[in-house]
């Protein structure tokens, strides 16, 4: 649809016109919301010029030959329709964010400062618990070091750093669109690092950290100081993303390539390996779509542009004409969440993945589903040791006896880990202000709100868990729908199983207490 309407320039909308002959840097483009930034630039914006995407060397792999294989996933293939000459329109840009300056050489050092026009960072290790070594090169020294190459660049129109909603969730429960002191200073965070051993940031990080949950969420929040600092002088804004869960709608529904958040946990409950969660079912679970993100990340690359070369005529849909207009020399944050549009609870999270998943139940899964949400820890905890832990030491010894190698077990360590890591957001709420999202979104033309919609307001959360668990079971487990007839026998023995063993288990725990009971009345 985008390309028909771009065979005409006259058609082009207000954001396609300003990625129209638009050169692009960005980072974090192989990774899950860089994917799906790179389609649907390509598929959505057919006047872009260049996008250089960063690209790390991985030992034994040809950086290039890893970036074309790239767009071998499905994701791509809607694009490769509307947009048949991407390979001309893309390029990796060896460079690593371990690294200082990213790594780059000197002569993609110099392509980026004399060609590119707007910049998306949106790389960072997502992972809770990286070493925190890792998560300050990647998230802050990274950040820190990107910004000084764009002040060199001279053609840039749009700088975009991608950040989280919860960078601020230690210290307040009530999170604006705007900066707050951070933790500790950059620069003193960079020089501390660089100056101890591992094992010793290891055995510090918990103290230094303190309160925040993680060193992901710290060092988010030090790296928004980064901006605040170096990113004067500059088109520049920050979107804060919450929780980032499978696509909606584009280019295809249900589509995720990982298994962080909450992804992990519908997974683990739909191949019966997970049972118990530690949530409080009544807080709000500040879910997004990802496709949804990409677009409020595109939207605001387009404003800030506008704003920062025509300043007097920012007045917002909802501002009157008696209202004085924002001061865009102040960097603009956008806290993308759902909670002011759509809110959902996590009990409902998990009753609208309950109901869709016997519909479409694996033929990897190894039990029935069962999950339950545990508001108090210690109850957490005691599903764990005898819905996790027991049945995983009688498999694992079985398996041991057959001569197998064991592996539940170890495979309960891993998933505790990673449940403990999100139990944090999942026992807490906090009230994120919106209303710089919600005005841009107001600023687009008829066009762009079709276009890059992000208007959480018409979710329908029913239909999106729908292709929720499909997209689950596809795109991550690699079980094809068309077990589901396979997968629907498997279930329904499974089934038997659970209530036989159940049975068995009560009929025990009877005969015992009548035993008890014959003891005490002899």
């Keep these: 649809m985008a390309s028909t309407e771009a065979e005409n320039g006259n058609d082009l909308s207000e954001i396609q016109k300003f990625f129209d002959n638009n050169s692009v840097f960005l980072t974090g483009g192989t990774g899950f919301l860089g994917n799906l930034l790179l389609e649907k630039l390509l598929r959505a914006c057919p006047g872009i010029k260049k996008i250089y995407v960063l690209t790390r060397e991985k030992k034994g792999k040809d950086p290039n030959e890893r970036f074309k294989a790239i767009f071998d996933d499905v994701l791509f293939e809607r694009m490769k329709l509307e947009c048949p000459d991407y390979a001309t329109k893309v390029r990796a840009i060896i460079g690593d964010c371990m690294k200082p300056n990213l790594g780059l050489s000197e002569q993609d050092r110099n392509i980026l400062i004399n060609e590119v026009n707007t910049v998306f960072h949106v790389a960072a290790t997502v992972r809770f618990d990286a070493h925190l070594r890792t998560a300050v090169n990647i998230n802050i020294r990274a950040t820190n070091d990107l910004l000084e190459i764009a002040h060199s660049m001279k053609h840039l129109k749009a700088f975009i750093h991608v950040s989280t909603a919860y960078s601020n969730c230690a210290e307040r429960k009530v999170v604006d669109e705007k900066f707050y002191v951070p933790p500790v200073s950059p620069d003193a965070l960079m020089k501390l690092t660089d100056s101890l051993s591992d094992e010793i940031i290891e055995r510090i990080t918990p103290q230094l950290i303190k309160p925040w949950p993680n060193t992901y969420a710290f060092t988010k929040a030090i790296a ?96 009157n004409e008696q209202k004085p207009a924002k001061d865009f020399n102040e960097i603009p944050i956008y806290n993308y969440v759902s909670s002011n549009s759509k809110p959902l609870k996590w009990k409902e999270f998990m009753a609208y ?115 929720h668990i499909r997209g689950i079971r596809v795109y991550l487990v690699h079980d094809s729908l068309d077990t589901v007839p396979k997968g629907l026998e498997k279930r329904r023995r499974l089934m038997i199983a659970h209530y036989s063993l159940v049975t068995l288990f009560w009929c025990f725990l009877l005969y015992v207490a009548f035993l008890i009971c014959g003891w005490i009345f002899k």
């Design 353 to 467: 993945n309950e109901l869709a998943e016997p519909e479409i139940p694996s033929v990897l899964a190894i039990w029935i589903y069962g999950l339950t949400i545990n508001k108090h820890k210690s109850i957490h905890q005691l599903y764990c040791i005898f819905l996790h832990l027991i049945p995983a030491l009688i498999v694992d010894t079985f398996a041991r006896i057959i001569g197998k190698e064991p592996k539940l077990w170890n495979a309960y360590q891993k998933i505790h880990k990673f449940s403990d890591v999100i139990s944090y957001f999942s026992t807490k709420q906090w009230t994120f202000l919106d209303s710089n999202t919600k005005d841009l979104f107001n600023r687009l033309d008829i066009k762009d709100k079709r276009l890059f919609d992000f208007d959480l307001t018409k979710l329908d959360w029913k239909q999106y868990f729908y292709y």
């Design 224 to 319: 928004e100081d980064v901006v605040r600092t170096k990113g004067k002088a500059m088109p520049l804004s920050i979107v804060r993303p919450a929780i980032v869960i499978a696509t909606a709608k584009e280019p295809i529904a249900g589509w995720i390539n990982n298994f962080y958040g909450p992804t992990g946990v519908v997974a683990g409950a739909g191949l019966g390996l997970l049972r118990t969660i530690h949530a409080d079912g009544d807080c709000i679970a500040e879910l997004v779509p990802a496709d949804n993100v990409v677009n409020a990340i595109i939207a605001a690359a387009w404003d800030i542009n506008k704003n920062w070369e025509q300043p007097e005529k920012l007045i917002t849909a909802e501002e």
